[in-house]
């Protein structure tokens, strides 16, 4: 008997202990012969290991020589990202411990990307920012006519498949990428889905159309000038963070699943909306947090006065989003205070995973802030993330291929 990952498992393998989620809720019994659809409900479910019969431990579980040179680095590194928040706590401490092994195994963790030179000014004036972002309501794009569209289907409780399938086809390039993803480890089908009604058959027309309207909104911003700041590096971190999100919450049996997945996707939307209308403040806060070592959130708000928060709120109180999204998206640094602090917080803890583990990069050096009274109200344990963290790890390459293409 022995301890396997889902990912590992072939049909046919026999359940050698019964599988409960995070509520004790029995998902399958022992004995249970696996079959492609058990693989599923156990990914939904937040469940990545189980005991199968007649199966050794799994080799990577067993202790590696450690580099210690080479730990003193990375720990010296995950120490600075997690500089501004209190490591005591056990759910940070854990993230932490986490990020260490992860960067230890993978060294390929990328650096913050190097952006084009351009001249940096040596101040910005926080009056004129201010004067500017009066503006800015005006020259936020129109929404999208596809947002628009997907927008409506999500409002409207008696829209269906038909009307998902019939806007997504619309555009090819929105089709090839919902048919990544829903290929990708992600959603771990073993047959390969071909077209956008059989997707919606397997995982459901919200969820579908939520995706589709994430990725529609972060496409919008692709074409910012890489002066300014590596688009496709902080779209990833943005789909890690909706992924860890997911998982986070399928896990903790939160319902609303895609909702926290599109949240996610567009938590740091607002710093593409500044550094498309703002790029010479935005990369004064850059440089000005590489200088400091505060928080870019931090010097967002003390020397521009509008972080990437706020910048995302109005562009999607704009487009006239669901207020749900709105405030996960307004909240996703301060949960305790949002109407929905469950949400936040799961989002607050997918970014700082997604931050220590170095998928992407928002443009923020450090984890800026950890809100424990909204992570209380959550109930996934401590335990629980060394699984995350792995299921994450596997989908690395799924959030870099769908971000760097072209
Ligand atoms: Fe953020
Ligand atoms: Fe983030």
Request: aromatic share 6%.
């Amino acid at each position: 008997m022995g301890l396997v990952k889902v990912d590992k498992l072939t049909p046919g393998a026999v359940l050698a202990e019964e599988v409960r989620d995070a509520n004790a809720r029995l998902l399958l019994s022992k004995g249970q012969a696996l079959e492609d659809k058990h693989f599923r409900i156990l990914k939904m479910w937040g469940v990545f290991e189980v005991h199968v019969q007649g199966e050794d431990a799994p080799t990577e579980n067993r202790p590696e020589p450690i580099d210690g040179e080479r730990l003193a680095v990375v720990a010296g590194e995950v120490g600075e990202i997690f500089g501004a928040v209190d490591i005591s706590h056990p759910a940070v401490k854990e993230v932490v411990r986490l990020s260490i092994a992860h960067r230890m195994k993978h060294p390929q963790v990328q650096p913050r990307p190097a952006l084009r030179p351009m001249a940096v000014p040596t101040a910005v004036s926080r009056r004129e920012m201010l004067a500017k972002l009066d503006r800015l309501d005006v020259q936020l794009p129109e929404v999208p006519s596809l947002v628009y569209e997907l927008n409506e289907i999500i409002a409207d409780p008696m829209s269906s498949a038909g009307d998902v399938a019939q806007v997504v086809n619309k555009s090819p390039s929105l089709t090839a990428t919902l048919l990544k993803i829903v290929n990708s480890a992600f959603f771990g089908f073993r047959s390969k889905i071909d077209s956008i009604p059989r997707a919606i058959m397997l995982i459901g027309s919200k969820e579908l159309t939520s995706l589709a309207l994430g990725i529609t909104i972060m496409e919008t911003f692709r074409t910012i000038p890489r002066e300014v700041i590596d688009v496709a590096s902080l779209l990833e971190h943005n789909l890690a963070c909706g992924m860890v999100a997911r998982i986070m919450a399928a896990h903790g049996n939160m319902i609303h699943t895609e909702q926290v997945f599109v949240s996610g996707m567009l938590h740091d939307i607002g710093r593409l909306v500044l550094c498309k209308y703002f790029p010479q403040n935005a990369r004064y806060a850059f440089a000005a947090a590489d200088q400091s070592g505060d928080s870019l959130l931090t010097i967002e708000r003390n020397m521009l006065g509008c972080s990437h928060v706020q910048m995302g709120k109005r562009l999607l109180r704009k487009w006239k989003l669901p207020y749900a999204l709105e405030n996960s998206v307004a909240f996703h640094h301060q949960p305790s205070a949002s109407p929905d602090p469950e949400m936040a917080a799961v989002l607050q803890m997918a970014d700082m995973i997604v931050h220590g583990m170095g998928i992407g990069h928002s443009g923020e050096n450090k984890v800026p802030c950890f809100d424990d009274r909204a992570w209380q109200r959550i109930n996934i344990p401590v335990s629980a993330f060394q699984a995350l963290v792995h299921q994450a790890a596997h989908q690395v390459g799924t959030f870099r291929d769908l971000m760097r293409r072209s």
